[in-house]
């Protein structure tokens, strides 16, 4: 069941209920900007991961910035987001199953639906979906270029895979999904260009091989906020799935640049918002943000401008904070903003986010596909 907003537009930041999911309007705005000038610059498309904020509302934000449609991982995040106002939504993963199938297909009359295979079972399941429907539906095809999770080998696999959709009668072929996921949080600039060049590689040798057979990459799509440049200035990708970059996280953050300091393209826009609920001892206090309210598998979340304390500990409700002796204690009852170790699961933990500009709160957006995972 929804909870509750936890604040009202016009009360102060103080105010919210907590804990709550926070983002700074400012840097949030200046995220989208900053990424929209720069895929401009490039030539190619920006197609944005909803993954990270399962939003119609900032979906349709990215669109008025340039973005030419969205990617989801699930059903359930394609329909919210269609039944949002988003025309044009890519499922950058594989769907099996006739219900889930059935769902996609019935989502063509209000939105272009696209989603990837990597088996030619898949081809045959989506197939009869669309014939069912009376529709045409677009399949891409996913190589595994690096990541080690989902996709067909690049090269005369992934041909003959893409030419069993082109014979479909209800099916179009779209291109290729090309996703290293791997080489997001490597952390030197050399390590991420050399996973990159080999992605590159492997999706361009795929690319020429189909253009020989007549199949044309309407999309060749991939990148992320750690890698989108490399593979922007690579002539082969012409579609750009950034997604963290409109919130960032602690984890990210830790992607270094030439210069060996925090790459920080992006500013840190997404916070929960916690309170200071106990002070059991001298340099330990408790927040009420644990394990419901913030995602720990890429690190425990980070006190915002407070280096002098630590988040040293998680369970269910409690965040435990650590400083020295002589470290200015937090205050019973004071609010804090906590930076998360990785923003997608962290803003699956609430109904909503809380936008503030200038100390106040300014707008309340639902997390519209919180919990989709069908």
């Given at each position: 069941?929804?909870?509750?907003?936890?604040?009202?537009?016009?009360?102060?930041?103080?105010?919210?209920?907590?804990?709550?999911?926070?983002?700074?309007?400012?840097?949030?705005?200046?995220?989208?900007?900053?990424?929209?000038?720069?895929?401009?610059?490039?030539?190619?498309?920006?197609?944005?991961?909803?993954?990270?904020?399962?939003?119609?509302?900032?979906?349709?934000?990215?669109?008025?910035?340039?973005?030419?449609?969205?990617?989801?991982?699930?059903?359930?995040?394609?329909?919210?987001?269609?039944?949002?106002?988003?025309?044009?939504?890519?499922?950058?993963?594989?769907?099996?199953?006739?219900?889930?199938?059935?769902?996609?297909?019935?989502?063509?009359?209000?939105?272009?639906?696209?989603?990837?295979?990597?088996?030619?079972?898949?081809?045959?399941?989506?197939?009869?979906?669309?014939?069912?429907?009376?529709?045409?539906?677009?399949?891409?095809?996913?190589?595994?270029?690096?990541?080690g999770r989902c996709g067909v080998a690049p090269g005369e696999a992934a041909v003959e895979l893409a030419a069993a959709i082109a014979a479909s009668p209800h099916l179009r072929f779209g291109g290729l999904q090309a996703y290293n996921g791997r080489a997001q949080h490597l952390r030197t600039p050399g390590e991420r260009q050399h996973a990159i060049a080999a992605t590159v590689d492997d999706t361009r040798r795929t690319v020429a091989l189909l253009r020989h057979k007549g199949l044309e990459c309407a999309i060749v799509g991939g990148g992320g906020t750690g890698t989108f440049e490399l593979e922007a200035a690579s002539g082969v990708f012409n579609e750009l799935q950034a997604g963290s970059y409109v919130f960032m996280d602690a984890?990210?953050?830790?992607?270094?640049?030439?210069?060996?300091?925090?790459?920080?393209?992006?500013?840190?826009?997404?916070?929960?918002?916690?309170?200071?609920?106990?002070?059991?001892?001298?340099?330990?206090?408790?927040?009420?943000?644990?394990?419901?309210?913030?995602?720990?598998?890429?690190?425990?979340p980070l006190p915002w401008r407070h280096p002098e304390w630590r988040y040293t500990g998680a369970s269910d409700e409690h965040g435990k904070i650590e400083f020295a002796a002589e470290a200015p204690a937090p205050k019973l009852g004071e609010k804090l903003r906590l930076v998360p170790g990785h923003c997608d699961p962290t803003v699956a933990r609430h109904d909503w986010y809380v936008g503030v500009r200038g100390g106040r709160v300014e707008c309340l957006w639902p997390v519209a596909a919180r919990g989709a995972q069908a």
């Open positions: 069941m929804p909870q509750p907003p936890p604040a009202q537009p016009g009360q102060r930041e103080e105010e919210i209920d907590t804990p709550a999911l926070l983002i700074d309007l400012d840097a949030f705005e200046a995220n989208l900007d900053r990424m929209a000038a720069r895929v401009a610059a490039t030539g190619a498309r920006l197609r944005p991961h909803a993954k990270t904020h399962k939003s119609p509302v900032i979906a349709g934000l990215q669109m008025a910035r340039g973005a030419v449609g969205q990617c989801v991982q699930k059903v359930a995040e394609a329909e919210v987001l269609a039944w949002g106002g988003i025309p044009d939504i890519l499922v950058s993963n594989e769907v099996v199953g006739a219900a889930k199938l059935s769902r996609l297909a019935a989502l063509a009359p209000i939105a272009e639906v696209a989603l990837c295979v990597d088996h030619p079972a898949q081809v045959a399941s989506i197939e009869a979906a669309a014939r069912d429907a009376a529709r045409r539906l677009t399949v891409l095809v996913e190589i595994d270029v690096g990541g984890d990210y953050d830790r992607n270094l640049g030439e210069d060996g300091l925090p790459v920080a393209r992006f500013h840190q826009s997404l916070f929960v918002l916690a309170t200071i609920l106990s002070q059991p001892c001298p340099g330990r206090a408790v927040v009420d943000a644990g394990l419901k309210a913030v995602a720990t598998d890429s690190g425990l």
